[in-house]
């Protein structure tokens, strides 16, 4: 029992200076400057064509994630985007309450963007930026000259694992398309008219991983290294 007791004290202290980490990390994002977004961006929203200012619905802050749901995905979004999705509607009138408008993006139009939403059953805002620069723009994607000057994504598309095999039979995409799309969030903040680019964070950071891994890292059990993920209506028996 004490030695159990000395190595929950030691992990203790070392999440207690993460936690210390974490804050200092927080107070310098709030830090980052604000960047006027200057150019003009429409998108597609089940209720017609907005402005990224319509976007934000009356609120002053705007925090969406983008989903990896590009044109070519033929058979629904990224599974382990999908469970991230998952966990979003329980905060929506949280962040609503509190000034923050929460939506998602992805590329793919948005006629499969809603179908995809409702086969989900999601609630949040879901908005297509297909047919625009947004996602280029924003570090949200990656365009085929981009991705042919980047060697690791190179080695991943000529050489892929069995789990990303696996992944790109689930979107129904090749590898060369469907990794060109970067899964991540991104805030903005809107001030006296002017719509401000504030903050954006993109895979690998744990903060782009489903809230129910950040569950199962407190469970006994440790989990398979491969980060194989199934959308919630396709866990296999």
Sequence with gaps: MDSARAARDELAGLEAGQAERNEEIKSKRLDLPWVPVEKEYEFDSEE?????????????????????????????????????????????????RRDVTLLC??????ERVSAYKQRMGWQFPYVSTYNTDFAFDFGLALTAEQAE???????????????LQEWSGQIGAELKDGLRENPGWIAFARDNGTVY??????????????????????TPKPQPAEPRSWRKDEYPE
Excluded at 49 to 78: V, W
Excluded at 105 to 110: C, D, E, L, M, N
Aim: aromatic share 12%.
């Design 149 to 163: 000057q980047i060697s690791e994504l190179k080695e991943l598309i000529d050489n892929p694992p069995g789990w």
């Design 105 to 110: 993006f992805s590329r793919a139009p948005i």
């Design 197 to 218: 680019h504030t903050y954006t964070v993109t895979a690998p950071d744990p903060f782009v991983a489903p809230y129910f891994s950040f569950l199962l890292e407190r």
């Design 48 to 96: 017609g064509r907005k402005t990224l200012a319509e976007l934000f619905d009356g609120r002053s802050q705007l925090l969406a994630y983008n989903i990896m749901f590009g044109p070519g995905y033929t058979l629904g979004a990224c599974p382990g985007c999908s469970g991230l999705a998952d966990g979003l509607d329980g905060s929506l009138v949280h962040l609503n």
